[in-house]
């Protein structure tokens, strides 16, 4: 089970600071008890900068291969020369937004790009 699983349990079942833990009985009200619950939280925080570090390196790694991150494009470079032709022809902007199958902001996003 994952450490910050199981410090979220530990939340749940003292319910107070008083209360013992489970079974287990981890009393925070003792300076041993404090300090077991705050190794198990580094122990979770620990666990969380290992996945943060791995994800990084993977995106990074990724980067190299050539992976493409973000949404694609909507439009093509030719399609927003042709939406720019109609509407140099005085072609509504709704129009030409449904001609090309998108909204009318996407359309204003790629005109001004």
């Known amino acids: 089970m994952r450490l910050g699983i199981i410090l979220l349990l530990f939340v749940l079942a003292l319910g107070?600071?008083?209360?013992?833990?489970?079974?287990?009985?981890?009393?925070?009200a003792t300076p041993t008890?404090?300090?077991?619950?705050?190794?198990?939280?580094?122990?979770?925080?620990?666990e969380r900068s290992l996945i943060s570090e791995r994800t990084r390196a993977a995106v990074k790694a990724a980067k190299r291969r050539g992976v493409k991150f973000?949404?694609?494009?909507?439009?093509?470079?030719?399609?927003?020369?042709?939406?720019?032709?109609?509407?140099?022809k005085r072609e509504a902007r709704q129009y030409?937004?449904?001609?090309?199958?998108?909204?009318?902001?996407?359309?204003?996003?790629a005109l001004c790009s």
């Open 33 to 46: 008890g404090r300090a077991v619950w705050q190794m198990i939280g580094v122990l979770a925080e620990l």
């Open 70 to 88: 973000g949404r694609k494009v909507k439009l093509t470079p030719e399609q927003i020369d042709h939406a720019r032709r109609l509407i140099d």
């Open 16 to 28: 107070s600071a008083q209360e013992p833990a489970f079974t287990e009985a981890i009393d925070t």
């Open 96 to 109: 030409v937004a449904n001609l090309l199958n998108v909204g009318r902001s996407t359309l204003y996003r």
